[in-house]
């Protein structure tokens, strides 16, 4: 967030050698450091380290590793949740990408075994807790947590990996939903009323463009009236908590926060002062707290993001788990993790609950051999974007029909094309998008000199194939 001035300032002040270690985003990798020995990638299976916004489609993974092909840097990648890929290659002995170190225990502790001082992890079923009459958004263990961990004078921190009050509004008579005009997603409720938001009036807010518009009063549909939130996002839990714990210190730290002018750094010195005594957040929480005081983890619903159609999504909620769970017990007090999910079953919840990454690799490289995924292959990801839905769909068509007569063509078994499909989501920004995948060796090498209609993006490796 340097301005333009800031931004060529240090520019200069980096080729002039006047800094011995620069510290920043993906885009710090371009800083020019005149005599560069050392790259470092903290959590390197971050998908935020791949450029998407704008071309060129780069991932700072790539860039670092040819950065010291060029200057002769050593690379770390630093994880406790690697990359499946990165692993794969690391502990490939025909790869020889990279060297696997480990470090088995947590520093400070002497003993050697994996789960060494880490917090004790539960695992709720929130089926039997509704088939016992419980129908709050906390079970019973991590309710009586909660009051005793405040009792005590001690810290929690609740995640959630979804904004606002409620993810959907829909009638209660006919179903129907209400969707943004410009995006087919569905429009989160906020309700407005938290102290870092200005505004007291519940609004709708497109979580995509970021469209906003009031709470409708009848159904557009049927004319119904009974119009209800449905599901629970971050400012539903601050409210739950206020109604469990009156006059508890709870504090709200997701995007929309920072959006409404809350410092984060402020949030944070609160927090670590003991001044805030539950934190409720989306992903923001679960990466870098280290406060010796929190003693209790809650995510609230584990199964956020775990069955999107997207082959990655286990593994990114594995990561995410393990890493709001590591938050509790980094002090002297011994940390709990309450695991609330609708399916207690899934191998990666089991896993996160564990913390065994080795456990959830193996079940991953196993999924992704049979799938021919990466590691095995390349993948690209084409998306197709048009204001109308009959261009688009027709350019993803013909588009995929030539890249299957091309392989065919040149005799190439190996390349598969998937799709086309719609995108998720179909629309956004008021265009409509379709794409399609391929995977295969060497798909660079093969896509070279194929005409892509205009509004279509080509993203080779991908991280997302949404």
């Known amino acids: 967030r340097l301005t333009p001035r800031q931004r060529f ?63 002769g ?18 502990r490939d002995a025909r790869s020889r990408r990279h060297q696997l170190m480990e470090l088995p225990h947590r520093i400070g502790e002497e003993s050697p075994s994996r789960t060494a001082g880490m917090a004790e992890v539960e695992i709720k079923d929130m089926r039997e807790e509704l088939r016992d009459g419980n129908r709050s958004i906390f079970s019973r263990g991590l309710a009586h947590s909660l009051q005793e961990c405040v009792r005590r004078g001690q810290q929690a921190i609740l ?18 939903v209400v969707t943004c005009a410009r995006c087919s997603v ?21 979580h995509r463009c970021n469209r906003r518009a009031r709470m409708p009063r009848q159904c557009r549909e049927c004319g119904s009236s009974h119009i209800r939130q449905l599901g629970i996002g971050t400012q539903r839990v601050v409210e739950e908590v206020a109604g469990l714990l009156p006059g508890v210190r709870v504090q709200r730290w997701d995007s929309d926060t920072a959006r409404s002018g809350l410092d984060p750094g402020d949030t944070m010195r609160r927090f670590h002062s003991g001044e805030i005594q539950v934190l409720v957040g989306t992903q923001v929480v679960a990466k870098g707290l280290d406060v010796a005081n929190v003693t209790l983890v809650g995510v609230i ?24 769970a590591g938050r509790a017990g980094r002090g002297q007090a011994p940390g709990k993790v309450f695991i609330q999910t609708y399916n207690p079953e899934h191998y990666a919840i089991a896993a996160a609950a564990k913390q065994d990454y080795l456990e959830l690799y193996e079940q991953e490289i196993g999924f992704r051999r049979q799938l021919g995924n990466p590691p095995f292959n390349s993948m690209a990801h084409v998306v197709f974007h048009n204001i109308s839905e009959a261009a688009c769909q027709r350019d ?16 190439l078994t190996s390349i598969e094309v998937v799709g086309p499909a ?6 956004l920004r008021g265009r409509f998008r379709w794409h399609l995948v391929l995977r295969g060796p060497e798909l660079q090498r093969f896509l070279e000199g194929t005409s892509f209609p205009l509004g279509s993006t080509v993203d080779i490796d991908p991280v997302h194939v949404l």
């Not at 719609?422 to 629309?427: L, M, N, T």
């Open 9 to 71: 300032d240090q520019w200069w002040k980096i080729q002039s050698g006047e800094y011995d270690v620069v510290v920043g985003p993906r885009s710090a990798l371009f800083a020019p450091v005149p005599r560069i020995g050392l790259i470092v990638l903290d959590e390197e299976h971050e998908w935020t380290y791949k450029q998407e916004e704008a071309q060129p489609l780069y991932h700072a993974r790539t860039v670092a590793a040819e950065l010291s092909q060029l200057t």
């Open 73 to 90: 840097a050593v690379v770390i990648l630093g994880s406790a949740t690697p990359d499946v890929e990165t692993y794969y290659h690391a």
């Open 159 to 176: 995640f959630l990996n979804r904004r606002g009050s409620a993810p959907i509004v829909q009638c209660r008579d006919c179903g129907s």
């Open 186 to 206: 569905p429009l989160a409720y906020h309700s407005g009323s938290t102290e870092e938001d200005s505004s007291t009036e519940p609004r709708l807010m497109c």
């Open 301 to 324: 619903l584990a199964d956020v993001g775990l069955h999107l159609p997207d082959f990655r999504s286990p593994e990114r909620s594995f990561g995410l788990l393990c890493q709001v």
């Open 396 to 411: 993803a068509t013909a588009t995929a029909g030539l890249l299957r007569q091309k392989a065919y063509a040149q005799g």
């Open 422 to 427: 719609p995108g998720i989501p179909s629309r």
